[in-house]
């Protein structure tokens, strides 16, 4: 009754601490903690919690986020708030504050909280608790080890992958988010024990980070520790299901095969959806749960960590993490949105009224953009990751 199938045998955790959700950057601020309430709410409401188990998350402390940040970063993300920034003007530019990273109040604990919560999902997935872990509010890929970026101020995927690299030879990152996961790449940029393989809008003029070309693949020479270990799958605007799926599944396949990592990250940002408000692709719901579908069926024994990351339309941010939650768990969730869920307006979407009377899980509405991908191109690139991978050794 409430769409819970059989579950499949993986023992996933969904890692969550509320008090995220009521941060706010900044009235115009694209990014809205509060769409980790809206999932959650979905998740709920679907009795998804009943298949997993539910931890509630502790903020990460100062020594596990200085694993990765420097101390200098760290005092000052401990020290300002925008009472004081004022007196602060050189290091906020320093360290990467202003328009995307506002100082905000509760900031600190809203970064030690995402990140926390990463932290102990990596923990519960290396101590075999689960085969699966889930942290909706992490995934901020852009954070660099001494500044704030897009969005992002501590890098909680980095943190997760220190952690497991503890007790794997070899991590696998995989970021469908529509933006390129640099912090990550760079993090890990001299070293094969971490391989990152990011899709993204690429566009270095226009488009941030403006980084993640083909040809950025990792230290320059072959014999650099790190070589070939970044991956790149730069594209355009308004890729759709079939094409996005399609180069998914190829690229991803091969990577796992050639690597064979002890565990795997997946940032699921939900920004390459179709009528996101920053991005630029056509994905559909299922297309972009597909790929989390994938990659759990390419795992067989190893854990998987499963991070969020953008998203900026939140009631389709909150439709894919809950329907890629059920992918996770292996339940199958009925098509229409439960009844009784708070918040259940803001899933009727812009044009109130007409014809959403039930809304569905799986159907997002929004702007789409033009389809600037050729088959051809599409296969170079491919051919083009292929071609790197055989540098690349388990
Ligand atoms: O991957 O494009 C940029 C940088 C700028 C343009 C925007 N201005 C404000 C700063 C300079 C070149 N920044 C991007 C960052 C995208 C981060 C994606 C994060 C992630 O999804 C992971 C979580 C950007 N795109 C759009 C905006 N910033 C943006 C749009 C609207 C606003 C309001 C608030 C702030 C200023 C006005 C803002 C930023
Ligand atoms: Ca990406
Ligand atoms: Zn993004």
Redesign the pocket.
């Known amino acids: 009754r409430n769409g819970i199938e059989k579950p499949q045998g993986y023992k996933v955790s969904f890692h969550y601490n509320a008090d995220v959700e009521s941060h706010h ?2 009235k ?4 809205k903690p509060w769409r980790l309430m809206l999932s959650k709410q979905l998740i709920v409401g679907y009795g998804l919690q009943y298949a997993m188990e539910c931890y509630q998350s502790l903020p990460a402390t100062r020594q596990e986020l200085a694993r990765f940040h420097t101390d200098r970063y760290l005092d000052f993300l401990g020290i300002v708030n925008p009472l004081n920034m004022e007196d602060w003007k050189a290091e906020r530019d320093r360290f990467g504050f ?3 990273c ?1 100082v905000f109040d509760g900031m600190w604990d809203y970064v030690s909280l995402y990140g926390g919560a990463s932290l102990q999902a990596a923990r519960t997935l290396m101590s075999h608790e689960a085969d699966i872990a889930i942290n909706w509010s992490g ?4 954070a660099k080890k001494s500044a704030a ?4 101020y501590v890098n909680d995927i980095v943190l997760a992958i220190q952690e497991m690299l503890r007790h794997h030879a070899r991590v696998l990152y995989v970021d469908i ?5 640099d912090g990550v790449e760079q993090a890990f940029w001299s070293t094969d024990r971490v391989c990152t393989l990011s899709y993204h809008k690429y566009d270095p003029e226009v ?3 403006g980084t993640g070309g083909a040809d950025e693949t990792g230290p320059p020479h072959s014999r650099d520790e790190g070589a070939h270990h970044a991956l790149n799958v730069p594209l355009d605007d308004g890729i759709d299901d079939e094409q996005y799926g399609d180069l998914f599944r190829r690229i991803t396949g091969a990577v796992i095969d050639a690597f064979d990592p002890g565990a795997i990250v997946l940032q699921c ?1 939900a ?1 390459s959806l179709g009528g996101d408000r ?1 991005g630029r692709f056509n994905l559909n719901i299922k297309a972009h749960g597909a790929c989390v579908a994938f990659v759990k069926s390419r795992c067989h024994d190893r854990p998987l960590l499963i991070l969020g ?4 339309t939140p009631r389709n941010v909150a439709r894919t993490w809950c329907h890629e939650t059920a992918l996770a768990v292996g339940a199958e969730l009925r098509g229409t949105l439960p009844a009784h869920i708070p918040y259940r307006q803001a899933f009727m979407g812009e044009d109130n009224g007409a014809g959403l009377l039930y809304p569905e899980l799986h159907n997002i509405e929004g702007k789409r953009h033009q389809n600037r991908h050729s088959p051809a191109g599409l296969a170079r690139l491919v051919e083009n990751v292929l071609t790197q991978l055989r540098y690349v050794r388990g």
């Open positions: 950057f900044g115009t601020h694209p990014m202003g328009d995307d506002p995934g901020l890929h852009h970026s897009g969005f992002c988010d529509v933006h390129h996961g488009f941030f980070p940002g920004d920053l990351g953008g998203g900026y």
